[in-house]
Every structure is written in C-alpha cells, then in structure tokens.
C-alpha cells in the first residue's frame, strides 16, 4: 500500500497525524489521549522508521538489480547518536512533522529529548563512521556499513566527589525504532578447533578447519537515508546468539547448566563496547568480537557476490572493503581463507583477489594504540587463520628478501611477527600487507606515518600505495540540524539551501564581513545558542554562567596526548593572575567559561585523575567572590553526541591543543570552525589544513612543530631542563594545597617532572599562554570578531565529509553513484 501512496499523500500533515495516532493506539497500545512527551515521541518515531523503511526497500530492491560494485565500510564503532531529527529533516519531512506535532499538542523540541543516544563508539573514529555513511547515501554512493549490535554502548559517566564513575549504557531498555531486525538472516561463526590436513586427487594440500565451538550471528539492519535523495543506504550490525546445535548437544548429554553457559558466552560476543580510545586492550573478547564480526561480515558479502554468478576474478570489481583502523584486519585472512580452503582457488590468485578488495585507514601513530595479538591466544581461537597469516608473512618476507637482500634488521622490522616472549602479531603491518591502499587522515598524518610507522613499507612497496584523504564532516548533523538558526541565515543570504550538499559555497558569506547588520545577527545567533548551552550547564552542573562571557570549550576523549592537563593548569594560572590583581585592573579582565568535556577510559588512572583535577579546580574558582563572573569552570558529565550538538553552536572558542604529531586528524575542530567558533590549537592533525583554509587571522596557533618534537624529548632527557617558571608557580599553588589535598594530585604532577614530560606542557606553556592572551584581546573587539567568525565558517567547505568520501570513492573504491529513481 506504502509504494502505492503517492508521495505528496504520505506526507501531508492529515495522512502523518493519522500514521502517529494509529502508533499509539496500535504498536504502542495506548490510547489517545494518554499520551506523553516519551510515547509521542515513539509514535513519532515509527511513523518516520515507516517512511524510512519505505526508501531503504526500494533503494535495496533498485540496488539488486542493477549490481554495480559496492563499498562496505568496516568499522566496530558507529557512533550515531540520535536519529529521529536526523531522518527527518534529511528525508525533507521535518517541517510536516513538526506542523503534526504541534497539532496534536506537542512540541518536537521536547520530544526529541527522549531519545537516546545510539553510542555504539568511544570518539572520533566511531562519529567519523557515521559521518561517512551520511555523506555516501547523500551521494548515492552503493554503499554498506558493517558493525557489531552491542547490548551496551560507551558507559555513562556520572561524576561523584569530582571523580568519574561508569555506568552502563543499557540503550536498548525500550525497543529501538532505528533497526530492523533480520532474523531470517543468520550465519554460523565458528572459533577453535583444529585444522585438517589431507591430500586431494591432484595430490594438492588441503586445509580443513574444524571450529571446536560455533555461534550464531543475526542481522540487525539501521538505515541511512541521504539529505535531499531518495537513496537510503544500511549499516548491518550483527548480534551473537547460541546456536541451537550446540544447546541440542549439551542437552542431550544431559548437563543443562552446561548449555546455559554456552550460549551466555556466545551472547557475551556482542555485549558490550570496548571503552578504550587510543589505547590496545588484548583481550581474548576483544579478538573474538573482531573475528566475529569480520567473519559474519564477509559471509554476507560472498552470498551477495556468488548471487550474481561472475567469476571470483570479478570480485573487486564488484566489491570494495574499507578498514576501519586495524580493528577489521581479520577480514583479509578470513576472505584468503575462504577463497583457498573453501572454493579451492590458488594461493597466489586468491591473494591477488584479497590485496585488490581492501584498502586501510590508519588513525594514529601513538605505540600503545597499535594492535597486537599473542600468538598463542590467536591460535587457540584460530588455528587455521593463525597458518595463514604466517604464510602471508612467508611469502611476503621472501619477497623483501629478493627485492633488499642480507638485511636481517629490516626483515624483523617489517615482519607481521614480532619476536617477543610470546610472539605477536602486528596487526598494522598485516593491513599493510593486505590492502592495495594504505591512508592516513590528515595531510600531516599521513605524512608522518610514511615516515615513522610505515617507512619501510613506503620504500618496498613505492609512494603509490600510501595516500592522504584529510577526513571530513557531515555539515547536515554538524549545522544543519545542530544549528538550525544559523543555518536558516546562511540559506537566506546565499539564497538556497544548495549549499549543503556543496560546502565550497558557504565562501559567499565573506563578502557579507563588512555589512553590520549581517554581523548583528551573526552573533545574535551566535548568543542564542549561548543561552542554550548556559541552561544546559545550569542544569548539569549547577552552576550559572553568563553567556556573555568568552565560551571556552574542550570537549573531546581525555588522553594525556590531547593535553586537558595544560588547559586546566593554564586556568589555574589564570585564576591566580586573577586573584593578583586590583579592581581596577580586574575591570578590564575579559570574562570567561572554561567548559571541559569527555570520558576517560576506565582504566586510565592518569586521565581520571585530570577529571578529578578540574572538578577540584571548579570547586575552588566557582565559589571564589573575588573571582565572580570573570573565571567559571565546569565539566560537563556524559559528554556524548546529543550533548555535542548542543556545545558546538555554542562555542566561541574551542580547544585542540595536542602535542604536536599526537592527534591525527581530530574532527571536532571542524565542528566548532564550521558554526563560528575560532579555535586554539596546536600544528597538528587537520588543524594545519583548517589554518591553510581560514588564514592566520583567524585561529590562534602556538606551541613546538611536529618536527621539533623529538629534539627537545631528547634534550629533556639528557640535558635536563627548567621547568616553565608561570608553570612551577601553578603546580606550587596545587602542592600548597589550593585545590584540596594536595597528595590525590601527585601521580599527575609527577608526569611533569623533568625529563618525563612526554607530552611537552612546559615546554608549550609560555607560548599558550599568550596564545590565550590573544584570545582575550582579540574577543574584546567585538565587531572584529564577528567578522572573523563569519569567514571561519566561510572557509570551511573543504571539511564537509563529502569532499572526504568523494575522494575515497575515486581514488580508492572505484565506485560511482547511482540514482534511485523516484517511483513515489
Ligand atoms: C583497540 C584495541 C582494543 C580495544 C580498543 C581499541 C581502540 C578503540 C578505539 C583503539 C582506538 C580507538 C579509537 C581511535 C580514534 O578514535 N582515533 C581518532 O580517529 C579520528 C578519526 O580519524 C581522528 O580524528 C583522531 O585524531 C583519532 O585520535
């Protein structure tokens, strides 16, 4: 019936009212008057899941038949965030819902505030997943995600005496509206076992892995309607379950706790998320999600592929597969596998078949974030993918040795195996290995991984291989939605909306710098959402701030390497200049909110004691008369992406201060740019290209280059030297106890000793200083600022993750769009 409405007929205000009525009164069960803010917001929601379905049925269905090659993105982390808004307003209904709403009695700001957050991600990989999968369906790109269905996203941070405490992230608690289920859709997964080994007719090996255990995988499909396009893609994310020859088998052995316990560990697979960013966590679980999920993923894949009765040789012509960081790796083993011992191709056309398939995204250089599996746990769980890697090594390490010959160092360097005690394989150097393209996310990043991680490899395999694509964001999610006033007046001045799904045109609002009424409602705009984000910390933290004080932001994950450290001893430093000082002089102190924001890793101590640290500091700063309007500071708890849409229109300055060469792209700077925000920050990551876009006027940039780095490790080291001297008066000011007892702070303080600094805070403290002092200066000419805040924004069309995606797809996939046609 769906297919048979037109589309002006299923999408007016009378036919929405009715499918939302009809929702509560039938799905949901209730009757129509009973109904409040969470129950229309469900009913609101299936109504849109429905005309979700309906694009996503008739995109797949066009899809099958015309079979052009496709890129699935591999990726354990999709951070999406909520959908509702999302779906609406790319489907182009959100003024038609909101118009239904009103009439019904209700309000669709409130309602969107009952959904959750789908935190299926720890940071910037898992959003950057997201911002993709956007992007390729506004593009009509034929494009897949694949991910795994966690029961439990990243956990919830509540802050309890300053420090953090987790708790778990059950999202699931009442049914989720964005996904179908596919329970028609299951593949068996096996782990363990052993490997057969057995002659055929023509005298050839052949290897037969018998798994030792078995579970099943079900398809739980979320889809991703395009902006502005009929197209709407999918991400498929699998769930573990027992499979019900193994319940059979205990059973009928007669132990029944014994078959309870299985399939609990064949549910444990997808239950929950890895907390850790930036940081390797070798656990057993971890590698079984991996396996699990790449294996799942490339069984569907081949069932897609064999439908079309090609030849194996047309596989990359047909598919193209996307890793995401090193996470997916097991992707290439498992399809050598499948191609060898299972459809009995030759190694070397099988290979040829894999390397041409995959490409890889590396997202850091930082050593404790490189994967790494013990051998012996690897080949416990999979003894055939274990001989496999090693004959990859094999054949691989032989060609090295033709190619340099006699150089016993550069083998063990470029090895997939390290020669520790155990063994381990590098997962990094595999994906290398495997993949025809290797990229990094930022034109400094990608530099510098061919210089440090992966040098060897640039000189085996030539420059070719080793490619930039600077990542982008989605400017539908990131203002569009997140910004709704701002990005009504940008659509008013250009004179249509054209401009979001072509970023390159906001540089027409440059010329609109010198018109004062233009920059009055720039920044009107500018503090509504100010106001917004003061009710959300008022809320939050109980704590009231004004908004118009400078709004100063540093909302990321917490790591050493991002520096929130420096930040808050700057704001100590701050607050003691402050307290130095005489009315008079406090008269033309430029007011700031220091607002911080981020979940630290469970098991990260240091990072949890930098939270610690900042709630001590608020404390102290917060209630200090003599202080008043001019310093606040708060930690925002649960930082996640709802809560980012509300910050990021909101900030007039943001914070991306890593040591440089430690941040490999970041994308929130991005964010911030592209609503107005100016942004403070290191040369690192994609700062260096949004300082090529904006121009120096407008970004604040100090602190040693990527280049200096090692130097002065070195120096710190062997020569030793003084410590920042406003940095020894803030860390004596901690020591004297100012901010509580003094001891809870001492690891942390320790990591400044000489010698130690490894992320170079003294060294950088004096010029972020200034750096900040800048800001003051700079924020106090206001007219100056608007104007400088306006060409941020116009500068930014090089970050839209179109520009990203469309590089992929060229230079990378090889994959072209395709139009659904509009059969409504
Ligand atoms: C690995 C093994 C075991 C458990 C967890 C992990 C793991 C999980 C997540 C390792 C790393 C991550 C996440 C990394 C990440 O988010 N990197 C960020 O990627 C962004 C998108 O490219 C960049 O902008 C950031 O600079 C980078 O830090």
């Known amino acids: 019936l769906w297919a048979k409405l037109s589309k002006k007929e299923a999408n ?81 209904l ?191 679980l971890r590698l079984k999600q991996q396996y699990f999920w790449t294996a799942a993923s490339l069984h569907d894949i081949v069932r897609r592929f064999k439908k079309s009765m090609r030849e194996w040789s047309d596989f990359p012509d047909q598919v193209a597969i996307q890793l995401n960081d090193t996470h997916p790796t097991l992707a290439i083993v498992e399809l050598q596998r499948l191609l060898v011992d299972e459809e009995m191709l030759s190694w070397d056309d099988a290979w040829e078949i894999v390397t041409k398939t995959f490409a890889f995204t590396n997202h850091t250089v930082l050593p404790e974030a490189m994967e790494k599996w013990s051998v012996p746990m690897f080949e416990y769980l999979l003894p055939r993918h274990l001989q496999i890697i090693f004959d990859i090594n094999l054949f691989f390490l032989q060609k090295v040795e033709k190619k ?31 993949s025809h393209k290797v990229n990094g996310v930022a034109a400094l990043h990608s530099n510098l ?70 920059r009055k409602k720039w920044m009107t705009i500018k503090r509504n959402n100010k106001v917004r984000l003061a009710e959300l910390i008022k809320e939050r933290c109980q704590v009231e701030v004004s908004p118009d004080a400078l709004f100063d932001v540093q909302v990321k994950r917490i790591h050493e390497y991002k520096r929130q450290f420096m930040n808050i001893l700057s704001v100590i430093h701050r607050y003691r200049t402050i307290k130095s000082m005489t009315a008079a002089q406090k008269a033309s102190v430029q007011p700031r909110v220091v607002i911080f924001g981020g979940k630290a890793a ?66 929130s700077n991005m964010k911030f740019v592209l609503n107005g925000g100016l942004i403070i920050g290191t040369l690192d990551g994609a700062n260096v290209e949004i300082l090529e876009e904006v121009g120096e006027d407008n970004i604040f940039i100090f602190g040693c280059m990527a280049h200096e780095v090692e130097d002065i490790r070195h120096a710190q080291r062997y020569r030793g030297v003084p410590m920042d001297p406003a940095l020894q008066g803030v860390i004596s000011a901690i020591e004297k106890g100012t901010f509580e007892d003094p001891k809870i702070f001492q690891p942390l303080i320790s990591t400044l000793t000489v010698g130690k600094d490894f992320y170079l805070i003294s060294s950088d403290f004096a010029s972020y200083i200034a750096a900040n002092q800048q800001v003051d200066a700079a924020y106090k000419k206001q007219e100056e600022w608007s104007k400088k805040s306006i060409l941020c924004t116009a500068h930014m069309g090089k970050f839209s993750s179109d520009r990203s995606v469309k590089e992929y797809a060229d230079e990378i996939w090889n994959i072209k769009p395709y139009s659904v046609e509009d059969e409504g």
């Open 12 to 92: 007016d205000i009378e036919t929405i009212q009715r499918s939302i009525v009809h929702h509560v009164t039938t799905t949901l069960a209730r009757a129509a008057y009973n109904m409040d803010n969470f129950s229309a917001y469900q009913a609101v929601a299936l109504s849109t899941r429905d005309r979700l379905i309906s694009r996503w049925n008739e995109t797949q269905g066009q899809l099958s038949k015309i079979d052009p090659k496709r890129v699935y993105y591999l990726s354990l982390e999709f951070l999406l965030g909520r959908s509702m808004d999302n779906a609406l307003l790319n489907m182009g």
């Open 94 to 284: 959100k003024g038609t819902y909101d118009k239904s709403i009103e009439k019904l009695g209700f309000n669709m700001e409130d309602i969107i505030e009952s959904e959750v957050d789908a935190a299926l991600g720890n940071g910037g990989l898992g959003r950057l997943a997201a911002c993709y999968m956007d992007s390729l369906a506004t593009l009509d790109y034929p494009a897949w995600g694949y991910g795994l269905r966690y029961n439990y996203g990243i956990f919830q941070q509540r802050i309890v005496d300053g420090y953090q405490t987790e708790y778990p992230d059950y999202w699931l608690n009442f049914d989720n509206p964005w996904e179908l289920a596919r329970l028609d859709i299951s593949i068996q997964i096996g782990f363990g076992g052993h490997v057969q080994t057995t002659q055929d007719e023509y005298g050839v090996t052949r290897h037969n892995w018998v798994p030792g255990q078995s579970v099943q995988a079900i398809a739980y499909d979320v889809p991703i309607p395009g902006y502005d396009t009929e197209n709407c893609n999918n991400i498929r994310l699998w769930r573990s379950k027992p499979t019900r020859v193994f319940d059979l088998t205990s059973f009928n052995e007669g132990n029944y706790e014994k078959s309870v316990e299985d399939a609990t560990n064949a549910e444990k697979i997808t239950s929950v998320l890895y907390p850790n960013d930036n940081t390797m966590a070798g656990k057993e």
């Open 404 to 434: 340099v010959p006699n150089d016993r160092g550069l083998l063990n360097r470029m090895s997939i195996i390290e020669e520790a005690q155990p063994q381990q394989i590098r997962m990094a150097h595999l994906a290398v290995v495997g």
């Open 449 to 518: 991984i061919k210089t440090t991680i992966f040098k060897d490899f640039v000189e085996y395999y030539g420059e070719e291989k080793f490619i930039n694509m600077t990542n982008g964001v989605t400017p539908r999610r990131w203002l569009h939605q997140s910004n709704p006033q701002l990005s009504a007046l940008i659509t008013q001045t250009l004179g249509n909306d054209k401009w979001l799904k072509d970023l390159s045109l906001l540089k027409g609002l440059a010329a609109k710098t010198g018109d004062a009424a233009f």
């Open 602 to 667: 469970p098991g990260y101590y240091i990072a949890k004691l930098v939270i610690k640290l900042i709630n001590s500091v608020a404390a102290v700063v917060n209630q200090d008369p003599a202080v008043g309007d001019l310093l606040k500071v708060v930690f925002i708890p649960d930082y996640n992406v709802s809560v980012a849409e509300v910050i990021v229109p909101a900030s007039d300055i943001s914070q991306h201060i890593s040591t440089a060469g430690t941040e490999a792209s970041g994308t």
